[in-house]
Nanobody, 128 residues
Framework: QEQLVESGGGLVQPGGSLTVSCRAT????????IAWFRQAPGKEREKIAC????????EYVDSAKDRFTVSRDDAKNSVDLQINSLKPEDTGIYYCATDNSILCNSWHFSGAASMKLWGQGTQVTVSS
């Protein structure tokens, strides 16, 4: 059974860094695009980044380009999202998802609506 499981969330002080991970079971993230989303309290789920399968370059929304880095750990069958210089507005539930394609085209054009498999999310809280 194909599954995505996020981990690594927690309480972090402003200015700190955190890496959340998305482990895949039943398939390899090497062959599919994996996307990251965030849902802040009372807000819609928003896209952050997407890493395509194989060796294609990751993509980011403009607001995430400076502080977010998405990478794949093939040994762990996972995709990580590193967040630097955390701000209180980064608080939310972080989800990973895939639309089962290789590239990030549907993530780019359709966002969350195009995803077919979701993890359960991991909570990130940025507060002093």
């Amino acid at each position: 059974q194909e599954q995505l499981v996020e981990s690594g969330g927690g309480l972090v002080q402003p200015g700190g860094s955190l890496t959340v991970s998305c482990r895949a079971t039943g398939f390899s993230p090497q062959q599919r695009a994996i996307a990251w989303f965030r849902q802040a309290p009372g807000k819609e789920r928003e896209k952050i980044a997407c890493i395509p399968g194989y060796e294609f370059r990751p993509e980011y929304v403009d607001s995430a380009k400076d502080r977010f880095t998405v990478s794949r750990d093939d040994a762990k069958n996972s995709v990580d999202l590193q967040i630097n210089s955390l701000k209180p507005e980064d608080t939310g539930i972080y989800y990973c998802a895939t639309d089962n394609s290789i590239l990030c085209n549907s993530w780019h054009f359709s966002g969350a609506a195009s995803m077919k498999l979701w993890g359960q999310g991991t909570q990130v809280t940025v507060s002093s």
